[in-house]
């Protein structure tokens, strides 16, 4: 098992530009997250999922959008990057029947200049 | 105020060395404590967890928490170099107007463990 990859790994944008980040996971996991992680912030929830065609919004959702058009994939967009997007990416997932753990992703670094 | 709150370190430390680390909070809801262990350029990785206070040993990591003090530690005996990594605590709450489980990160404490 691959377990929770995400695509890309590294990414340079303009402001303005647009782009998708791509989560996928081979656990069956129903409960899909986009986190990002700031110096000095901690992670903080973008958005989350609990099901196939399911999203919802977590603490910093403004300027991001996400799709979950299949289980096993959970997608975060910019559509108009700005420098404060400046982060690194964490998609996580967990089973509906496991409170605790989640499993991260290996990360995705985004500056925007 | 943050709802979370830890020392970024760097913590430097020989090997073999006890370590201590460290996280207050000020959310009296948090009913799950969690330790993550985050290698250079990779993921969080859960070590850890507690419900509720008191203690849990794992091998060489101890987890405590004193939910009067509003305080969580995890402990590392014996120290090694491969326990070189950032560790974030984090907790979680039920919010009851979400009807989510929600999950407050720490911004993490980076641990060096020299040879």
């Known amino acids: 098992n691959a377990g929770v990859t995400q695509t890309p790994k590294f990414r340079v944008l303009k402001t303005g530009q647009s782009m998708t980040l791509l989560c996928a996971q081979d656990?069956?996991?129903?409960?899909m997250y986009w986190y990002r992680q700031d110096p000095g912030m901690g992670l903080r929830l973008i958005h989350y999922?609990?099901?196939?065609?399911?999203?919802a919004k977590g603490e910093v959702p403004d300027g991001y959008n996400v799709s979950r058009l299949k289980k096993q994939n959970f997608l975060l967009g910019l559509e108009s990057a700005a420098p404060s997007q400046t982060s690194v990416y964490f998609c996580?997932?967990?089973?509906?029947?496991?409170?605790?753990?989640?499993?991260f992703g290996p990360g995705t670094r985004l500056t925007v200049t | 105020q943050k709802e979370v709150e830890q020392d970024p370190g760097p913590l430097s430390v020989p090997e073999g060395a006890i370590v201590s680390l460290n996280c207050t909070y000020s959310?009296?809801?948090?009913?799950?404590f969690m330790w993550y262990r985050q290698y250079s350029r990779k993921g969080p990785e859960l070590l850890m967890y507690?419900?509720?206070?008191g203690n849990k040993e794992d091998g060489r990591f101890t987890a405590q928490v004193d939910k009067s003090s509003k305080y969580i530690s995890l402990f590392i005996r014996d120290s090694q170099p491969s326990d070189s990594a950032t560790y974030l605590c984090?907790?979680?709450?039920?919010?009851?107007?979400?009807?989510?489980?929600?999950?407050?990160f720490g911004s993490g404490t980076r641990l060096q463990v020299q040879p």
């Open positions: 996580a997932s967990r089973p509906s029947g496991q409170l605790i753990e989640q499993y």
């Open positions: 656990m069956n996991h129903e409960y």
């Open positions: 999922s609990v099901g196939e065609g399911t999203t």
């Open positions: 959310n009296s809801a948090f009913q799950y």
């Open positions: 507690t419900y509720s206070s």
């Open positions: 984090a907790m979680s709450a039920w919010l009851p107007d979400t009807g989510r489980r929600a999950l407050t």
